[in-house]
């Protein structure tokens, strides 16, 4: 009996042994956040919410242990948080400034080769929905001095027609919105809940009919 016992003992500790073995190779939530798609070596682990996730580098581990739910895969709908952004003149812009609008914001830079090559789907998208309530909100990232300049004579460079501002609050919107990477695009419904994100280069063809679902 005790002899039954024991292999039985010793099975159970083996299948939770199994259980919390780590896989060789997964995919690092935050690498992933950055556009990475291939599973890496794992080199750490950790649990949230009773769910393991497993890392590339302790660097990674750590950054998830310190935000976990930036790099989770985000839930919707969710309430967008309030921030505030300049336009190129330097008055200050908020989402209440297009109360009512379906609005996409696409946080680019002028040194994001991915941002530039979406733009010209991001204005399809805007001739194509302008006059049915919704607003592409296009905040460059730059930073310095002279961005306001730089992002000016790219805009006209690009020739976009949709509203374009610079993320130059003291809280910039791209850290209160926890971007890790761009292009980020968000979708604001007219409730000021986030109901749909991206991240890289999006097919303008995804966001429409995304904004499809959320028109009148």
């Known amino acids: 009996m005790n002899r039954i016992f024991c292999i039985i003992g010793t099975l159970v500790v083996l299948s939770v042994a199994a259980e919390a073995a780590p896989p060789r190779k997964a995919l690092c939530p935050v690498c992933a956040c950055r556009g990475e798609t291939e599973l890496e070596k794992v080199e750490a682990s950790t649990t949230h919410d009773g769910k393991a996730y497993h890392f590339c580098s302790k660097n990674c581990k ?9 790099y989770l895969p985000p839930e919707f709908p969710r309430p967008v948080p309030r921030f505030s952004v300049e336009t190129l003149e330097g008055e200050s812009v908020d989402l209440e ?14 040194w994001c080769k991915p941002c530039v090559d979406m733009m010209p789907s991001l204005e399809k998208v805007y001739e194509s929905y302008a006059d049915k309530g919704v607003v592409v909100m296009g905040i460059s990232i730059d930073e310095g001095k002279d961005r306001v300049k730089k992002i000016r004579k790219f805009v006209d460079k690009v020739g976009v027609s949709y509203p374009v501002f610079s993320d130059a609050a003291g809280t910039p919107a791209w850290h209160t919105l926890g971007i890790k990477a761009i292009p980020a ?10 109901v749909a994100q991206w991240q890289g280069n999006v097919d303008h063809k995804v966001v429409e009919k995304e904004i499809q679902k959320h028109l009148p």
């Open 97 to 110: 400034n297009y109360a009512g609008k379906l609005v996409i914001l696409d946080f680019w830079a002028t």
């Open 62 to 70: 750590k950054a998830f242990d310190k935000y976990p739910t930036t």
């Open 185 to 194: 695009l968000f979708l604001i419904d007219q409730g000021r809940q986030i």
